[in-house]
């Protein structure tokens, strides 16, 4: 056997190499796992709960429409042994109803029939902005019945709406084309025939009805999106959304509700704040329960229950940051919020000053500046204040902050050449 010094060196120096390639691979899994969020979650195989069913209305719509009765044969609803005669199914007087195959049905199942297994969850829904508040912002409340309208009166944010008549871009554009724009988003919470109110659907997408898809914050793309709600745009840039499209292929969308914490979810989603039961926050279906503000509003103003819904939301954030930093960063919000609101109330000042004089016509939006003057408002104010709530810098600063000074200065320059032009000093 060869001791010499030169072998026990040689196998010395081996060791050492093979020891410093063993902490790399250690060390480069570590990162890999930090990186993703965590070991991948195994996909759980899926099971086709109406596979060999000899339901009637399987049998036929397995050829008729096959891809509805292969995504709900997929559902946790068709796991419960669900079946479609559930939904559909209604007597025969039901308002809406239709003879189909010797039943009477509803095409579109309403809240009414998601109701009966989900009293809570409706609940909550018809006491958000989900509801009546987004149809009467489109519709408005003129054609609400009495019951509807008291229901309405009743939502914290239908109480503060400044204006329940139907909306006058909405009334100007027509109906053949808001059916399929604003209406298109806003009936969400609309009534249906049997005076129930809301499509569950336009969040909980036919006929799967996937956790995962309600928890991702694309299905909520689907409306807030754009210069007036920008909320995908602004969480995109988030530190939020940034984790979500980087490690979130890796999160357990299929996590039980009301189970979630940082080992499902190591960053937010949409509905993490909103909706979701997190750390010691209950799940809701009102998407205003956790929020402070009316931040939609021209000027906000703190909703009714502001603490609660503070102590809530910030429940949710103490999951991931500590006290110090969520204090100071509500703190400065709140005056960022503040500001905001000072260059809307000078735009009003502004407008205010032609309005005194006379000097716009009373057919509205008919003239440059009242688009300038709703733009500063409803754009890039709501923009600014979205994007510092929601941590998105440049939404704040140049779709947002820097679009409001811009058309405020535009909106001074044109009221003041309205009044020099009447005669009146600006």
Not at 160 to 167: L, N, T
Not at 182 to 202: F, L, M, R, T, W
Not at 351 to 380: C, N, Q, R
Request: hydrophobic share 35%.
């Amino acid at each position: 056997m060869d001791t010499s010094p030169q072998k026990n060196e040689h196998v010395v120096s081996r060791v050492l190499i093979i020891g410093l390639l063993a902490v790399i691979l250690i060390a480069s899994a570590i990162l890999v796992l930090r990186l993703t969020g965590g070991v991948n979650v195994p996909v759980p195989e899926r099971v086709d709960a109406l596979a060999g069913s000899t339901d009637s209305c399987v049998e036929c719509h397995r050829n008729a429409s096959p891809g509805i009765v292969q995504q709900f044969g997929y559902s946790s609803m068709a796991a419960s042994n669900i079946i479609c005669s559930d939904c559909h199914v209604v007597t025969a007087n039901y308002p809406g109803a239709v003879e189909h195959e010797g039943a009477y049905i509803l095409a579109a199942p309403t809240t009414a029939m998601c109701q009966r297994c989900h009293p809570a969850e409706v609940n909550q829904y018809m006491q958000s902005r989900h509801s009546l508040p987004a149809y009467v912002a489109v519709a408005g409340s003129q054609d609400l019945s009495p019951e509807l309208l008291a229901a309405y009166k009743a939502i914290p944010e239908g109480s503060y709406a400044p204006d329940k008549s139907r909306h006058i871009l909405a009334q100007m554009e027509g109906k053949d084309l808001t059916r399929f724009a604003c209406e298109s988003c806003h009936n969400v919470g609309a009534p249906a025939v049997d005076q129930s109110v809301g499509e569950c659907q336009k969040c909980h997408i036919r006929h799967e009805f996937s956790l995962e898809q309600a928890r991702k914050p694309e299905t909520c793309n689907n409306c807030h999106i754009g210069p007036d709600h920008p909320q995908w745009e602004i969480y995109q840039e988030s530190p939020h959304g940034i984790s979500y499209s980087t490690m979130g292929a890796n999160w357990n969308w299929d996590a039980d509700s009301g189970t979630l914490t940082v080992k499902d979810f190591p960053a937010p989603t949409c509905a993490t704040c909103h909706l979701s039961g997190f750390g010691g926050a209950a799940t809701t279906h009102d998407v205003g329960d956790r929020l402070t503000w009316y931040l939609f509003a021209p000027i906000s103003e703190r909703r009714p229950t502001w603490q609660n819904n503070q102590v809530r939301m910030q429940t949710v954030c103490m999951e991931c940051h500590n006290k110090n930093f969520i204090d100071a960063f509500y703190t400065d919000a709140n005056k960022a919020t503040l500001s905001v609101n000072d260059f809307v109330k000078q735009s009003d000042a502004v407008m205010k000053s032609v309005k005194d004089e006379g000097l716009l016509t009373p057919a509205p939006f008919d003239e440059e500046i009242e688009y300038e003057y709703f733009e500063l408002w409803h754009h890039w104010g709501r923009t600014a204040k979205f994007g510092v709530w929601m941590q998105g810098p440049d939404y704040t600063q140049w779709h947002g902050a820097y679009e409001v000074v811009k058309a405020l200065s535009n909106l001074k320059e044109m009221a003041a050449d309205m009044l020099a032009s009447s005669g009146e000093q600006p």
